[in-house]
C-alpha cells in the first residue's frame, strides 16, 4: 500500500526549461511534505518543504504547491539547469512524529 | 561540522551472520531514523527515535534492532542476515520531526 506515489520514474527537460514532478498521497493525515534531491552514491539532501496550512512554497528558483482536495503535490524548477538532474523523492510525515513517507523518486534530466 | 556519519560505507556478508551498521550525528538532533533504499520502491523507514532512550518501529522493522543510549548515536542491527536485506541504508537526523532531515552517505550492503 503506497501511500505516497511519484507515478513518473523519470523526466527530461531543457536547460532553462520549468521542470514540474509530481506527487501523490492517499493518506489524509499527512501535514507536512518535503522534497529531496539524490545525487548517485551520495545521501538524499533536503530541498523545500510545504505545511498542510500552506497552498505554496517558494525558495529560489524552487517552487512546491500543495493541492490538498486532490492529494497532490508539485515541485516547479525554474529555470532548469543541468546541475538540478538528479533524483528527485518527495517525502510526508503527519503530527511531526518524524516518520517519513517517501515517494518512488523521480529521475530528472537536464539537458544542455 | 561532520553532519551524519554511516560506516561502513560498503559491507558483504554471509547468510545468517550479524552486524551492526554505525550511525553518528554531531548535530545534536533529538530525531533520528533509519531507511532502506532499493530500486523501484523509493526510501522505506526501518527504525526511527525521538529521543535517547525511545524508538519506535518504522514501515520494514523485521529483521532489524536498534536502540538510542546517546543522543549522538543510533545503531542498526541486523541480527541474522538475508538475501533481501541487500540494500542500501541511510540514517538521517533532523531538530524536529518534520523538520528537513540530514542524510550520511549510505551503506551499501550485499548479503549473499
Known amino acids: 500500500d503506497q501511500q505516497v506515489k511519484q507515478n513518473s520514474p523519470s523526466l527530461s527537460v531543457q536547460e532553462g526549461r520549468i521542470s514540474i514532478l509530481n506527487c501523490d498521497y492517499t493518506n489524509s493525515m499527512f501535514d507536512y511534505f518535503l522534497w529531496y534531491k539524490k545525487y548517485p552514491a551520495e545521501g538524499p539532501t533536503f530541498l523545500i518543504s510545504i505545511s498542510s496550512i500552506k497552498d505554496k512554497n517558494e525558495d529560489g528558483r524552487f517552487t512546491v504547491f500543495l493541492n490538498k482536495s486532490a492529494k497532490h503535490l508539485s515541485l516547479h524548477i525554474v529555470p532548469s539547469q543541468p546541475g538540478d538532474s538528479a533524483v528527485y523523492f518527495c517525502a510526508a510525515d503527519s503530527s511531526n512524529t518524524g516518520k517519513l513517507i517517501f515517494g518512488q523518486g523521480t529521475t530528472l534530466q537536464v539537458k544542455p | 561540522n561532520a553532519g551524519v556519519t554511516q560506516t561502513p560505507k560498503f559491507q558483504v556478508l554471509k547468510t545468517g551472520q550479524s552486524m551492526t551498521l554505525q550511525c553518528a550525528q554531531d548535530?545534536?538532533?533529538?530525531?533520528m531514523s533509519w531507511y532502506r533504499q532499493d530500486p523501484g520502491m523509493g526510501l522505506r523507514l526501518i527504525h526511527y527515535?525521538?529521543?535517547?532512550?525511545?524508538?519506535d518501529q518504522g514501515e520494514v522493522p523485521n529483521g532489524y534492532n536498534v536502540s538510542r543510549s546517546t543522543t549522538e548515536d543510533f545503531p542498526l542491527r541486523l541480527l541474522s542476515a538475508a538475501p533481501s536485506q541487500t540494500s542500501v541504508y541511510f540514517c538521517?537526523?533532523?531538530?524536529?520531526?518534520?523538520?528537513?532531515?540530514?542524510f550520511g552517505q549510505g551503506t551499501r550492503l550485499t548479503v549473499v
Open positions: 538521517a537526523s533532523s531538530y524536529t520531526g518534520a523538520g528537513g532531515a540530514f
Open positions: 527515535s525521538v529521543g535517547a532512550g525511545i524508538t
Open positions: 548535530m545534536n538532533h533529538e530525531y
